[in-house]
């Protein structure tokens, strides 16, 4: 489990945005061939499901699962390439075919996967999966 210390910029409706320091990355970002990102520059502002005695200016410890990274690329990508081909397949199966049925039954599949996908990311026992959870670290202001 992956554990990083984050600082508690905003609390609104059981979410807190959480500023947390990147670390390096591959150590080549500032050669050439590297990713270029600067991956060290600025911090990361990521929006987190808390517990109601965290405020602005705690200092917290986020802590995301191993599994996390998998589970967001399957959510985001899975999820949306799943949907795609499902309604371009029944698409067909309804309308023979035609191209632009196929097309029109893959775009309504597509944009039936972003609508979940958008009320999916809102349910907190979801995305707790992804993020894992904060911790208090104390409530010093910085």
């Not at 600082?7 to 609104?12: A, N, P, T, W």
């Not at 039954?105 to 904060?134: D, P």
Request: aromatic share 4%; proline share 5%.
């Amino acid at each position: 489990m992956e554990v990083r210390q984050g600082l508690v910029r905003r609390v609104s409706d059981g979410m807190a945005w959480v500023e947390i320091e990147r670390q390096g990355g591959c150590g080549r970002c500032a050669e050439s061939g590297g990713c270029g990102r600067s991956c060290e520059a600025n911090a990361a502002t990521y929006c987190l499901p808390v517990k109601p005695d965290v405020g602005p200016g705690d200092r917290v410890l986020v802590s995301v699962p191993q599994r996390a990274p998998l589970v967001a690329a399957l959510m985001s990508y899975g999820v949306a390439l799943a949907a795609l081909f499902c309604g371009a397949v029944t698409a067909r199966l309804l309308a023979g075919e035609s191209d632009a049925a196929v097309a029109a039954g893959a775009a309504c599949g597509l944009a039936a996967a972003v609508f979940w996908l958008r009320h999916a990311r809102a349910r907190a026992s979801l995305l707790l999966s992804v993020t894992g959870h904060v911790d208090r670290v104390h409530p010093s202001k910085p």
